[in-house]
């Protein structure tokens, strides 16, 4: 029987089994060979078996040389493919079989016996005789896991973002080619989201990169767990993300999910001790709907999403070409913005605020106006909301600060002093510089008191983020800024944020006081807001006043400052010193002046006000249906709400008081025209109908007089239980 041991054949320089041993310093000479060889060799006899096993084929096999040889090489040398793990036919064997040399084009894996698995490229060539048949065969097999492991982590990292480990930008050109040909293959919808966060630079530039991060990796996690396996979520940049959503037949069905990533990503994050808030603006462009090529796609998705983002934030926004040429009208009148302030097109107009009770003004608010060359003077409300959630009302803010201070300073060397407010944009406050640069501004001009200057911040935005607005306010507190917060009432405070914002004013929102005489509703608003004013010693100051009758409510209220077209339009800083100078106070203030109203004493205030309201609803319904009018209101005199009121909380509190009982035959003689007025419309008598309505007029001018004079007595009788 022939050994075991490898020998060489002269003639084929191969080992052989064959008997014919060549001498012994050649086959110690191979053994050193084979040894040395750091790819492993096995040789094996025209059966198939392992006839001769090198060093690196034993670490690699897991079999050692004396249990290999003689064994089939299928039972030492297993490979598997390397996705689906299927059994993979060994090169030697093919090699044998069909007499020629073969290498696999791919990797395989080999299986150790011990379980150890090794990425390979392996190849075999026949170990041929004389007559060239098959004797044979040698196998060659190099461990490629350490340098394809490397490649693939490369290939992962050219595709992926470090930091979330989500497909970057080039995995997700190549996940949305794919996306869109399927879509078109299946004929479904694909929805291309491009989603931006709102609110993220904020907590970047304040807390650090590091923090930051922790908050993208946690969108991410939001992110991936919404949406299903067949779809995509990507990081750009940023905290910018791009879903592919696929799958769908009409694009409603696109909006659930859209709802739940925007309540998810809005969710709080609590990092360390702190809680952290940032809601999402998304684009959604949808294939094949939108028939475009991927990059004009993710194009049309980004114009979506900066369009939700203008529009509101924390919304999701689908792209049309109306938007399209929407964004592309904003963007230029952006552009054309920056090139007037850096023109200097912008002017200050400022607005007088007074205190009615005193008759005195007390300072103005700084409002800012575009001198266009074109269109003139542009007013605020024409181009803030164009340049809202940008960087331009950052450059604005900084510019207002700066020419107001300049502006006082003038005013100052002129000997004219008055305190001015400047209304700060929320992206601006939240910028961490923002407190730095305001103490710089103010040190470039020494010669104005920082107690002069108020900054004004709406309600909603110093809510949003409470903890940082407290910090902005303190922070201005220390260098001798005031503070309030504008819009009052717009953005439903409760009193324990309130109670945490240590500001030093209230401005009522102008939307209150402009219905407040009209509407009860706003009425109580206005009275609620002067009393949680004075709860928290804030003053209060009510803009949008523009009428005597305006001023003497908000007086009576307790609100003594003012401001509105009723006290003085905005005007340009050379005019403010001489309005100032020249200003008399309306004498009908003077009347209430000393008088302090009791809250008891509110509810005649509103039936004041529900009455003239009332009259005012049945005129103008001479010409018209009588829309929200009762005709028992009309012809039952207890079934109105003034009356309501008279019958019981005026008479409980007024009964015994003479001026009260006087206005019960004014509100009955009121009734009785009000109710042929009534009659005569049915009739469709509408002329003999609006003769009657003057006469309604001077009785409701009479009750006010009466209701007036009831006042005056109700204030007396405060006084004097003094």
């Not at 090529?293 to 194009?299: A, F, G, K, S």
């Not at 103010?442 to 004004?456: G, I, K, Q, R």
């Not at 309600?459 to 005031?482: N, P, Y």
């Amino acid at each position: 029987m022939a050994s075991h041991d490898p020998t060489w054949s002269s003639a084929a320089g191969s080992p052989t089994g064959n008997g014919h041993d060549n001498p012994p310093a050649e086959n110690e000479m191979a053994r050193v060979i084979l040894a040395s060889i750091s790819e492993a060799v096995i040789a094996t006899d025209a059966a198939g078996c392992i006839s001769t096993i090198n060093a690196e084929a034993e670490h690699l096999t897991g079999w050692s040389r004396q249990q290999a040889i003689g064994l089939p090489l299928g039972d030492v040398f297993r490979l598997v493919d390397l996705d689906n793990r299927g059994p993979i036919e060994c090169p030697a064997t093919v090699a044998i079989r069909e007499n020629r040399a073969f290498r696999f084009e791919t990797d395989a894996l080999l299986v150790a016996r011990d379980g150890r698995e090794f990425i390979v490229e392996a190849s075999a060539a026949p170990i041929r005789g004389e007559a060239a048949e098959p004797l044979g065969a040698v196998l060659i097999c190099r461990d490629v896991s350490d340098n394809r492991h490397l490649q693939r982590c490369i290939a992962w990292q050219a595709g992926h973002d470090a930091l979330t480990h989500l497909p970057n930008r080039n995995l997700l050109t190549d996940r949305l080619r794919q996306a869109m040909a399927q879509a078109q293959r299946q004929r479904t919808l694909l929805a291309v989201c491009y989603l931006d966060l709102d609110g993220f630079k904020p907590i970047n530039d304040r807390y650090g990169h590091e923090i930051g991060d922790r908050v993208l990796v946690s969108v991410a996690e939001r992110l991936t767990a919404l949406i299903r396996g067949s779809d995509t979520v990507a990081r750009i940049g940023g905290d910018e993300f791009v879903l592919l959503l696929t799958g769908a037949e009409a694009p409603t069905d696109f909006h659930p999910v859209l709802e739940r990533l925007l309540a998810e990503v809005a969710a709080p994050y609590h990092v360390d001790s702190r809680q952290l808030t940032v809601t999402a603006s998304i684009g959604v462009a949808i294939c094949p709907l939108d028939d475009s090529d991927p990059d004009t796609i993710l194009r049309h998705a980004d114009q979506a999403m900066y369009y939700a983002k203008q529009t509101g934030r924390n919304r999701y926004q689908l792209f049309d070409s109306e938007y399209d040429r929407k964004l592309g009208r904003h963007r230029e009148e952006i552009v054309r913005i920056r090139q007037a302030l850096k023109e200097q097109e912008f002017r200050l107009y400022f607005q007088p605020k007074v205190n009615i009770r005193t008759g005195k003004v007390i300072g103005a608010e700084a409002l800012i106006r575009w001198l266009h060359p074109e269109r003139g003077l542009v007013p605020l409300g024409e181009f803030l909301p164009v340049i809202a959630n940008t960087d331009v009302t950052e450059s604005l803010d900084t510019w207002v600060i700066n020419e107001v201070l300049r502006q006082m300073s003038a005013w100052s060397a002129q000997g004219f002093t008055l305190p001015i407010s400047v209304n700060i944009s929320p992206d601006n406050l939240q910028r961490a510089e923002f407190v730095d640069q305001l103490a710089a501004s103010l040190a470039a001009h020494a010669d104005v008191a920082p107690s002069l200057l108020e900054l004004e911040v709406i309600e909603s935005a110093a809510i949003d983020d409470l903890g940082h607005i407290r910090h902005v306010i303190e922070a201005c507190h220390r260098l001798g800024v005031t503070f309030s917060l504008d819009d009052f009432g717009t953005g439903y405070s409760c009193l324990a944020n309130l109670r945490r914002l240590p500001v030093d004013g209230l401005k009522i929102d102008q939307s209150f006081i402009r219905d407040m005489l009209d509407d009860s509703n706003d009425l109580a608003i206005v009275e609620g807001v002067i009393g949680l004013a004075q709860v928290f010693q804030s003053h209060v100051i009510a803009e949008g006043v523009e009428t005597t009758e305006h001023a003497i409510m908000l007086m009576r209220l307790g609100c003594d400052i003012v401001q509105g077209f009723g006290i003085a339009r905005p005007m340009p800083a050379e005019e403010l010193p001489d309005w100032v100078r020249q200003f008399k106070p309306d004498p009908k203030w003077s009347l209430w002046a000393d008088t302090h109203w009791e809250l008891t004493d509110f509810p005649l205030l509103v039936a004041q006000y529900d009455h003239i309201r009332w009259v005012k609803q049945l005129v103008m319904a001479i010409d018209q249906p009588l829309g929200r009018l009762d005709a028992n209101e009309i012809t039952d005199r207890h079934a109105c709400r003034f009356g309501h009121w008279y019958d019981h909380h005026g008479r409980l509190h007024y009964g015994d008081l003479p001026e009260f009982t006087d206005i019960d035959t004014t509100h009955n003689r009121i009734h009785e025209v009000g109710t042929r007025m009534l009659r005569l419309h049915g009739k469709g008598q509408t002329e003999a109908a609006r003769l009657l309505s003057a006469e309604l007029l001077r009785l409701k001018d009479q009750i006010l007089e009466q209701l007036h004079q009831l006042q005056s007595a109700v204030t007396r009788r405060h006084v004097d239980q003094r």
